[in-house]
């Protein structure tokens, strides 16, 4: 089993992605889940269950949730992405991150 820690809008370098804009910050995420993933030798194929931490969530919020989980996903090679549980949150560990994704894989 594969467990990843709650993954943020940097990329590779550290830099913050998408300021303010939380379909770019949610792709982020999910392209960095995506690349721990595969450094464990596993996919999203393998993903049994994804939390969301969404800032100050509102049912509003959710086409950029998932513009962005979706655009992830075409960059990724899959179609689906796995069950997702989302949490409100009043905010998270940066001020300028909005969003946070973690995941838990099972690896054959």
Known sequence: MVFLAGQVARDAQGNKVGEGDLAAQAEQC???????LADAGGSFDDVVKVTVY?????????????????????????TALPPVTLVGVAALGEPDILVEVEAVAVLD
């Open 30 to 36: 999910y392209l960095n889940v995506g690349t721990a």
């Open 54 to 78: 969404a800032v100050d969530w509102s049912l509003d919020k959710m086409p950029l949730l998932i513009e962005g989980a979706s655009r992830a996903a075409a960059r990724l090679g899959t």
